[in-house]
């Protein structure tokens, strides 16, 4: 492959995670940096710096079309940021020692699981508006609970923000994920702001579209300073990613909640399958 | 009992209402962020985009590795393409960070004390890490 070549593979690839992160909430470290190792032959540290970058420009120009359509809950995004910048540190710092087999194995169980717990759950205009019954005791002293508008039937919604402690532990490992693999995590905290603090699908996305930015600055100066980042790749990733939220974020706005909730669904069931095949040690970078 | 059309009409009225209110009560705040987001996005592909003009227009090779945080001002004033270059992801990655500044600044106009708290956590962690990584 000609260097020509290989930046026009990358800026196209980056397109495409760009328009998947926006749609999906994720930042599309988990497409780049295998993409990056894979099939450009890029050493995995370089991929993993290059990412955070990408992953940066995702969150950056998603997160900006949906905080502007008040979609982003950005007081439940600064109170889970705490645990994810924390953990963002953790995992770049201290060196944890663990099995990788182990650490994919839980993880294509859980992921696994939680592909078929959102393909089978329903989100109609019921379930997305306000559950009675007592909030949380943080969610209302911090005032977490939010209202948006939902393009798809023209309707404004109040949504509860249920056990805010649960999503929180679970935002950290995302974190900590985040400093360790220089991904965004998102596939962690979508499911976790949805699936236990039942936030609606979308603003859900939303909101951890903006979390992740945050979570992987954290991660991001760390790698820079250690000279890790390719600037040409990054500038590429960079020109790529951003063209492709501007698609991704327009898709979203107008799609049916069921629709997203199918196709984050099925990226966590090809997400389980690759890392079910690392536990056992088949070669399939990730 | 009210016809039928009278309901509706008051149904619709109490949506737009609703609508309204949900954007005005929190304009302020997700102007502002909207705006840094888009605007740090927007530099930083500008300063990219100006620093491979340069390297075509023969300012110097496109690096291989990112220049320092130190000695990315030197670069800067002898028009270096590696210079533009690492400004603009140094620009990128400081971009969230901003955000949350600026977000920190807007609860705290609006006296939301547990907010300002939460926010200002954040920011220590990342600050936190952007010691680590010049130390």
Same mark, same amino acid.
């Given at each position: 492959m000609t260097p020509v070549e290989q930046l026009v593979l990358l800026a196209v690839a980056s397109f495409l995670a760009g328009v998947a992160g926006s749609y999906l909430g994720v930042g599309g470290g988990i497409f780049l940096v295998p993409f990056m190792t #894979? @099939? #450009?032959? @890029?050493?995995l540290q370089v991929a993993i710096a290059t990412s955070l970058i990408g992953v940066i420009a995702t969150s950056s120009g998603a997160a900006s079309i949906y905080v502007r359509d008040r979609l982003a809950n950005l007081r439940l995004g600064m109170f889970l940021e705490i645990a994810t910048t924390a953990g963002a540190i953790g995992g770049a710092v201290l060196a944890v020692h663990l099995d990788p087999r182990v650490l994919f194995f839980t993880f294509a169980v859980v992921v696994a699981y939680t592909a078929v717990f959102m393909s089978r759950r329903r989100e109609t205009a019921k379930d997305r508006a306000y559950r009675a019954g007592p909030e949380a005791r943080l969610s209302e002293r911090l005032a977490l609970s939010s209202i948006y508008f939902d393009h798809e039937d023209e309707g404004v919604y109040r949504y509860r923000v249920d056990r805010p402690m649960a999503g929180f532990v679970v935002s950290g490992f995302a974190g900590w994920l985040s400093g360790l693999l220089g991904i965004g995590g998102g596939f962690v905290k979508v499911p976790a702001i949805n @699936?236990?603090?039942? @936030?609606?699908m979308k603003p859900a996305i939303a909101t951890s579209n903006l979390m992740i930015g945050v979570t992987a600055a954290a991660s991001a100066f760390i790698y820079y300073s250690r000279g890790f980042v390719s600037p040409t790749f990054a500038a590429m990733v960079v020109v790529g990613v951003f063209t492709g939220t501007n698609l991704g974020t327009r898709l979203l706005l107008r799609a049916k909640a069921e629709r997203i909730r199918f196709a984050f669904a099925a990226f966590l069931a090809i997400l389980a399958v690759l890392m079910g095949l690392r536990a056992f040690d088949v070669g399939v970078s990730l | 009992m009210i016809a039928p059309r009278v309901a509706l009409d008051r149904m619709s009225r109490g949506l737009v209402a609703l609508r309204r209110a949900v954007v005005t009560e929190v304009e302020d705040v997700n102007r502002l962020l909207s705006h840094v987001l888009r605007a740090g996005v927007l530099v930083a592909v500008g300063l990219i985009a100006f620093a491979f003009l340069l390297a075509w227009s023969g300012g110097g090779p496109v690096p291989d590795a990112a220049v320092k945080f130190r000695a990315i001002p030197s670069e800067l004033l002898r028009l270096t393409p590696a210079g533009f270059l690492s400004l603009g992801i140094v620009v990128l990655v400081l971009t969230p960070v901003t955000s949350v500044f600026a977000s920190l600044l807007s609860f705290a106009e609006e006296r939301d004390r547990p907010l300002v708290f939460v926010s200002g956590i954040v920011l220590m962690n990342l600050l936190v890490s952007l010691l680590l990584g010049l130390g």
């Open positions: #894979l @099939v #450009l032959g @890029v050493d @699936v236990i603090m039942g @936030v609606p | -």
